[in-house]
Nanobody, 124 residues
Framework: QVQLVESGGGLVQAGGSLRLSCAAS????????IGWFRQAPGKEREGVSC????????YYADSVKGRFTISRDNAKNTVYLQMNSLKPEDTAVYYC?????????????????WGQGTQVTVSS
């Protein structure tokens, strides 16, 4: 049974930092792609970052590049998203997802399994 559980969200002031965690069970994540997505009220779900299960390559949306860092700890079967210099426009529910075969990383429809999400709120 594949399960993903996000944690680490919360309320933070603009300019602050948070680290999100995505804990996987039912599979060994080092062979799978892991993506982070976010969805703000009234907006479409958008890709934020992903890390490849084949070669470890990473992707970042232009809106977060230079501020967010994705990493993987295979021993803990967990992927992290370090978020620095947070802005009010980063406010959203953040989801992690996994897929074995992904070609267009920012397309939510290409991912197979999703966590329940964790709320990130950045105050101005």
């Amino acid at each position: 049974q594949v399960q993903l559980v996000e944690s680490g969200g919360g309320l933070v002031q603009a300019g602050g930092s948070l680290r999100l965690s995505c804990a996987a069970s039912g599979f060994t994540l080092d062979y799978y792609n892991i993506g982070w997505f976010r969805q703000a009220p009234g907006k479409e779900r958008e890709g934020v970052s992903c890390i490849s299960g084949s070669d470890g390559s990473t992707y970042y949306a232009d809106s977060v590049k230079g501020r967010f860092t994705i990493s993987r700890d295979n021993a803990k079967n967990t992927v992290y998203l370090q978020m620095n210099s947070l802005k009010p426009e980063d406010t959203a529910v953040y989801y992690c997802a996994t897929g074995f075969y992904v070609t267009y990383y920012s397309d939510p429809d290409e991912w197979d399994y999703w966590g329940q999400g964790t709320q990130v709120t950045v105050s101005s």
